[in-house]
């Protein structure tokens, strides 16, 4: 389950980073995951048809909104068919527990899911099918949110993705641009369980952090980075190769037992070098191609980067952490 902590006071503008991960659930998948990698893939495109589709909009009992791609059950109010012009790859079911959702909850989750799925696609060079299916939940009160967590201890998280249940769960912020960003945030670690795999927590997390930030325009978009600069320099490692084994080797709960906003500052702060140019594309994508390709077990993306990154390792926490202390907040378009 991966799930997002409520963000400090003195960070009132950056949304909540993610403190768990999108780990696959062995439960959910039993012994045969070793013998079958594409078990640990969560696959729900499976159940996407290609075919015209419509979105229904109904209104419940409780007089909560809902946005879905099939029919609703039984007797509701207010229900609309509303057709669509083209066939979006993405199915998005939107669903308010206690809460209205956003107008244009399901147009944006749309629209930011395939925009950042293209991005990562292009990364690793996954070609095939593109579709996926999302289901979210919307939840206002922090003891529905708690029992959707499961956890008493992420009662406070803001976002969760739950990959047994192949569900986000977001809490709803007191803006809606926070609220937005949690769900991309969420969506991203669904993509990576969609597309990749058992990413190691770190490179999940960075990834999650990095595009809660995408702006969708068009056929692409751009990541806004304004406004890291003082989180980022705080959080910049004074021994860069150190601080760059330590990152990539914690996993799991690990990630975020010890100054965990230090950490997610770090994963964000990683991919974004990554992402920076060609060269370091070129090596994260080859960590998530190789990680795709064994699904269920993370993969060493130390010994990738190492081969992989201009000047190896070395380079790469120099850059990192030269990049911390002075970063490049220019947005990037994809």
């Keep these: 389950m991966a799930a997002t902590p409520a963000a ?14 999108a780990r696959i659930d062995p439960g ?4 045969t ?3 079958d990698s594409a078990r640990c893939l969560a696959r729900t495109g499976d159940a996407v048809s290609r075919e015209a589709q419509a979105i229904h909009r109904w209104v419940d009992a409780a007089g909560i909104v809902h946005y879905a791609d099939r029919a609703p059950p039984g007797t509701v109010r207010e229900h609309r068919r509303i057709a669509l012009s083209g066939v979006p790859p993405i199915s998005v079911e939107a669903t308010g527990y206690d809460v209205n959702l956003p107008s244009d909850v399901h147009a944006r989750a749309v629209a930011d899911a395939v925009a950042i799925d293209r991005v990562l696609r292009q990364v690793f060079e996954a070609d095939g099918d593109d579709r996926l299916a ?10 529905a949110y708690a029992r959707f967590v499961g956890e008493a201890a992420l009662a406070r998280s803001a976002g969760a993705y739950s990959a047994r249940e192949r569900t986000v769960y977001v809490r709803m912020q007191g803006d809606a641009a926070l609220t937005f960003r949690v769900l991309r945030h969420e969506i991203v670690h669904a993509l990576v369980h969609e597309r990749v795999g058992n990413l190691p927590t770190t490179l999940n997390e960075g990834l999650a952090g990095y595009f809660e930030r995408f ?30 084994t330590d990152l990539l ?5 690990a990630f975020y037992r010890n100054e965990p906003e230090r950490r997610y500052a770090q994963a964000l702060a990683l991919v974004a070098v990554l992402m920076r140019d060609a060269a370091g594309r070129a090596a994260l994508g080859e960590v998530l191609a190789r990680q795709r390709a064994q699904a269920c077990d ?3 993306i130390e010994a990738v980067l190492d081969a992989r990154y201009p000047g190896g390792l070395a380079a790469l926490a120099d850059d990192l952490a030269a990049w911390m202390r002075a970063p490049d907040t220019a947005a990037p378009h994809w």
Excluded at 134 to 140: G, H, I, Y
């Design 8 to 21: 400090p006071a003195d960070v009132a503008a950056t949304p909540p980073s993610d403190p768990g991960t």
């Design 28 to 31: 959910a998948h039993g012994d």
């Design 33 to 35: 995951q070793a013998a």
């Design 134 to 143: 999302l289901r979210m939940v919307f939840v206002a009160s922090t003891e």
């Design 215 to 244: 702006e969708a325009a068009g056929q692409g978009g751009r990541v806004d980075l304004s406004g890291l600069g003082a989180r980022l320099a705080a959080a910049a490692p004074s021994d860069p190769a150190a601080a760059l």
């Design 249 to 253: 080797a914690l996993d799991g709960p």
């Design 298 to 300: 993370p993969i060493a």
